[in-house]
Nanobody, 127 residues
Framework: QVQLVESGGGLVQAGGSLRLSCAPSGLTFSSAAMGWFRQAPGKERDFVTAISRSGGVTYYEDSVKGRFTIFRDNAKNTVYLQMNSLKPEDTATYYC????????????????????WGQGTQVTVSS
């Protein structure tokens, strides 16, 4: 059984930083592209960023470019989301997702592509 466990969420003031982590189990980590999505109350789940199996390709939603960084450590079976210069509009539940894919360079940007999801971790940014 595949499980994705996110950690690192919390309450932070605007301009602050948080680092989210996601450690899948029951999955060959290096065989999966990984993504982060977020969902604010009353809104749809939106793409934030994704990283390829190799870690060599990343993709970001425009509003987080230059502020968020996704990276992975395949030796530790963990993907991270470093979030800097946080804004109140970043407040949401953040979800980690795994996409089993053959290509080492593919990144998925659509939630419907992903095979497995975590339970989410809450990020709240106060103004």
């Amino acid at each position: 059984q595949v499980q994705l466990v996110e950690s690192g969420g919390g309450l932070v003031q605007a301009g602050g930083s948080l680092r989210l982590s996601c450690a899948p189990s029951g999955l060959t980590f290096s065989s999966a592209a990984m993504g982060w999505f977020r969902q604010a109350p009353g809104k749809e789940r939106d793409f934030v960023t994704a990283i390829s199996r190799s870690g060599g390709v990343t993709y970001y939603e425009d509003s987080v470019k230059g502020r968020f960084t996704i990276f992975r450590d395949n030796a530790k079976n963990t993907v991270y989301l470093q979030m800097n210069s946080l804004k109140p509009e970043d407040t949401a539940t953040y979800y980690c997702a795994a996409l089993r894919v053959g290509s080492v360079r593919y990144v998925g940007t659509s939630a419907s592509e992903y095979d497995y999801w975590g339970q989410g971790t809450q990020v709240t940014v106060s103004s």
